[in-house]
Every structure is written in C-alpha cells, then in structure tokens.
C-alpha cells in the first residue's frame, strides 16, 4: 500500500467511528429496519464516504447477508447485529456490533463473547502470532462462556476495490502457520450457543460483479454502467437501485444474474437456529506496528 491508500483507509475507519456512535443512538427496538439503513448510509454519505456493502441487521439466527429490502416492514427486536462498512475511493473499513433489545442475559453474554473475542484476537496479532492462533484466541472466548465460535465464516483482508481480498481469518484454530503481513485485516467473531455452522437461505438482494460481459436488454445495459460506476467491484443492493430506477431494476438484475454477470449472496443463518452475536473491527498492519482503523 502507498501512503495516499493508508490514508483513504484511515479516513474510512474515522467515518466509521463516528457513524457507529450515531448508529448505536437510533437502532432501537421496533424502530423500522429499512428507515435504520437508509438513516445509517445517509450519515455515511454525509461525512464523506460511501457505504461499502449495503448494511445488514442480522436479528437472532440469522447471522449475515440481511439487508432490508425497498418495501421492508421488518421492526428490530431479538438479538440484532449491525453490520457496515464505509469506502474512500474504494478503500473500505468494515466493522459490526451487536446489541440487545431484549433485555436477555443471554444475549449480553454472547455480546460479552463476541467483543472479548475480538479484543483477544487483535491481542494475538499485536503479538504476532499466527492466523491459526488467532483464530484459536476467539475460539478459547467463546469456550469460556459456554459457546462456541462459527467455523464457516471468517475474517479477512481487505485491498483497495476488494473486501474480501483472498486471506481468511478464521474464528478457530485451523492450523494455519503463517503470520499476517502488513495490509488491511477485518476480523470478526460470531459466537453462538448453538453448532457454530451457517447454511446458505434465501436469496439476499445483495450482489456483486462477477465479471464483465454484455447484456442484450437496453434498461439492464443502462443499469449495469451505473452499478460499475457507481459501486465498481463493491456489494450493492436492489433497495439502492430501486430507489434510482424503480421497480423495474428486479427484471434487470435477474437478467443480469442469469447471464452470470452478477452475484446475488444468500442469507446465512445458523444451523441449529440458535443465536448469533457479532462483532468486528478492521486493522492496519504496517511496519510491525499494528493500528485499529475503526
């Protein structure tokens, strides 16, 4: 990374910060969860950033890839995790809390798991240790409490235009030898009292470009130069598109999904149907030193 990049980086994780503060002040109970996001992604466009994947409640079970759609009804309640990310020219920082509004002392104590765990796991980066042990630290957390961490969803590295940048950081010890090298890091335990596994549900309304290509349909075409320019190689959502384009931009994403040019991601929900917390944070590794973004 150049030095202009660390600093689009950083300017990312301070919107970040600032967003989950007024973030934390308005997910309430029952309050709308698609007038939460619009609120959320509206802060982050006025504080100079743009939302770096469509926010996500994921409320009890369901783990991740929930986004509320254009005509959602759906009020929070449960255990609610609260997933967003903020880009600068496409550097993004990505991070998640979750909050109880219940008032169940299970869900503050898987809360308490999943931040432990996060402390414990940059812990084991500062020290250098290895991704196996990092993932090993979350893992130990979630022990202690009774719980157990989700194995089949993991941290990762992030590079400029690409949140998932190719490295895993796994939420248990897979006896991965290798130490991070300097670069941009999300980690982010999921700790349930369940079998700590997700399965693949219904389809999300989140997407992504896959690769490029040409499309018959002359609304879908117009459609698709909008998402590259707008979104690039970053998840965008139908509610985004919608809004721009009305209704009819669900006949041109699936048009765009059939012709393999989009993705469209799957809810994932725990497999056991028990609770999930989550939280994250994104990390910059330079130079030894070791320096949370958000």
């Not at 009292?193 to 018959?216: C, H, M, Q, T, W």
Request: glycine share 6%.
């Amino acid at each position: 990374m150049d030095t202009k990049q660390i600093e689009n980086f950083r300017k990312a994780g301070s919107i970040v910060k600032q967003v989950k503060e007024y973030a934390r002040t308005i997910v309430k109970k029952d309050a709308s969860l698609l007038e939460l996001a619009e609120k959320i992604e509206k802060k982050i466009i006025e504080l100079g950033g743009k939302p770096a994947f469509p926010i996500t409640f994921g409320i009890n079970e369901f783990t991740a890839h929930v986004t509320p759609t254009y005509n959602d009804v759906s009020k929070a309640h449960g255990l609610i995790k609260v997933d967003f990310g903020v880009a600068v020219k496409g550097c993004a920082a990505d991070n998640a809390f979750s909050l109880d509004l219940e008032d169940s002392e299970e869900n503050k104590k898987l809360i308490k798991a999943s931040e432990e765990s996060l402390e414990s796991a940059i812990e084991a980066v500062k020290d250098k240790k290895t991704i196996g042990e990092i993932g090993s630290n979350v893992q130990k957390i979630a022990e202690k409490y009774n719980f157990s961490s989700v194995r089949n969803l993991s941290g990762h590295s992030i590079s400029e235009g690409n949140l998932h940048a190719g490295i895993t950081i796994p939420n248990f010890n897979n006896n991965n030898h290798h130490k991070l090298d300097d670069g941009i890091y999300a980690i982010e335990p999921f700790i349930t009292a369940g079998v700590g596994e997700v399965f693949d549900a219904k389809p999300s309304g989140i997407y992504e470009i896959r690769k490029l290509g040409n499309i018959r349909d002359s609304n879908a075409r117009k459609i698709l130069d909008y998402i590259t320019d707008e979104y690039g190689t970053l998840p965008f959502c139908s509610r985004w598109l919608i809004k721009k384009f009305s209704t009819r931009a669900l006949i041109s994403l699936r048009l765009m999904e059939q012709a393999g040019i989009i993705y469209q991601f799957d809810q994932l929900v725990e497999k056991s149907r028990s609770k999930v917390s989550q939280t994250e944070a994104t990390i910059l590794v330079h130079k030894g030193n070791v320096e949370v973004l958000t």
